[in-house]
């Protein structure tokens, strides 16, 4: 049975994130295509990996619903839109096919000692952010930063994820050239804090 409650002023964030459903938790809009179930029952997600796909404005919806009819297909288990949109795609217990094996060891962005082979698609839950296209130097938009500030806290809470294990994709995948993607993202969760 799935249930829905509405959070107050006086929710803690922590509680709401350890909550079964489709919890409101303020400060994010989320579309729930894959409720949350018992968090013991969840894959042991041990790492957050932040992307940026080169899709344009609009389509972490669609990416969303294809990830949720194919749900270990390559991508992620949450999508958000340029708006701020959150697109819950995939049941927590499955594991989408993402990041690259952690082939990274050329200490560019951070010590790759710990990262090299490591932080791997499957321990760790990945986070796509739409709409750097056709420009994918183009950073995410305020609203998308605004909606990160909440869900890094949420989803470390819900897993039990220390900051210093989230991680933009370039940081511990050899990606594309052009920009550093996630990197704008994960310096921020990092920054921002406990």
């Not at 350890?18 to 989320?30: C, F, M, N, V």
């Not at 295509?33 to 041990?46: I, M, R, S, T």
């Not at 992307?51 to 009819?69: D, F, I, V, Y």
């Not at 938009?141 to 819900?158: E, G, M």
Request: proline share 6%; charged share 20%; glycine share 8%.
């Amino acid at each position: 049975m799935v249930f829905a409650f509405p959070a107050t002023a006086e929710t803690d964030l922590a509680t709401l994130a350890r909550a079964s459903g489709t919890p409101e938790i303020p400060g994010l809009k989320i579309v729930w295509l894959a409720p949350w179930g018992d968090v013991a029952k969840a894959h042991p997600w041990k790492n957050i990996i932040v992307h940026q796909t080169e899709g344009p404005a609009g389509s972490a919806r669609g990416g969303a619903q294809l990830q949720n009819k194919n749900p270990t297909r390559r991508g992620v288990t949450v999508w958000v839109e340029t708006d701020g949109t959150v697109y819950w795609a995939v049941a927590e217990h499955l594991v989408p096919t993402h990041g690259d094996g952690a082939n990274r060891n050329d200490n560019k962005y951070i010590d790759n000692r710990p990262t090299h082979r490591q932080v791997i698609g499957s321990n760790s839950i990945g986070v796509e952010f739409a709409g750097n296209f056709p420009d994918v130097t183009r950073g995410p938009t305020q609203a998308q930063i605004a909606a990160w500030r909440v869900l890094v806290k949420v989803l470390r809470a819900r897993y039990s994820i220390p900051l210093e294990r989230v991680y933009a994709h370039n940081w511990i995948d050899y990606k594309d050239a052009r920009y550093c993607e996630g990197c704008q993202l994960a310096r921020l969760a990092r920054e921002w804090g406990e």
